[in-house]
C-alpha cells in the first residue's frame, strides 16, 4: 500500500519558520516529480511548491517565492518544504502530493491533477 505522511506541521507565530516532511512508503518515487499543495475550509486546494525527480527544476506559488523552499532526499523517498518568514494568510493544511506514472520528467507540475497519490495533510496554523 502506497502512503506519503507528513511531519512537521504546528503551531507558528508570524515571522517564524517551519519544515514540512513527507516520507513515502510502499513505492519508490525517486524517478518522479512531488509537490505541495494546502488548502483552507472553503477554498480549492491551491498549489505552493513542486519539485522534479532530480531535485533540479522547482515550481513555486508567487505567494511563496523568496520564503518557502522545496527539496527531496531520494534515497530516504522524502520531500521537504522549508518554510520561511511565515505570515498569517499560510495557515492551512498542507498535503504532500506524488506522480507516479511518468518517470524522469524533467520538469515540475503545479495542477493537482497530475498527481496520483496524496498525503492525509498536516495543519500550519500561523499566528499573528
Known amino acids: 500500500q502506497v502512503q506519503l505522511v507528513e511531519s512537521g506541521g504546528g503551531l507558528v507565530q508570524a515571522g517564524g519558520s517551519l519544515r514540512l516532511s513527507c516520507a513515502a512508503s510502499g513505492r519508490t518515487f525517486n524517478s518522479n516529480a512531488m509537490g505541495w499543495f494546502r488548502q483552507t475550509p472553503g477554498k480549492e486546494r491551491e498549489f505552493v511548491a513542486s519539485i522534479s525527480w532530480s531535485g533540479r527544476d522547482t515550481s513555486f506559488a508567487d505567494s511563496v517565492k523568496g520564503r518557502f523552499t522545496i527539496s527531496r532526499d531520494n534515497v530516504k523517498n522524502t520531500v521537504y518544504l522549508q518554510m520561511n518568514s511565515l505570515k498569517p494568510e499560510d495557515t492551512a493544511v498542507y498535503y504532500c502530493?506524488?506522480?507516479?506514472?511518468?518517470?524522469?520528467?524533467?520538469?515540475?507540475?503545479?495542477?493537482?491533477?497530475?498527481?496520483?497519490?496524496w498525503g492525509q495533510g498536516t495543519q500550519v496554523t500561523v499566528s499573528s
Open positions: 502530493a506524488a506522480n507516479g506514472g511518468t518517470h524522469f520528467y524533467s520538469g515540475t507540475y503545479v495542477n493537482s491533477r497530475d498527481y496520483d497519490y
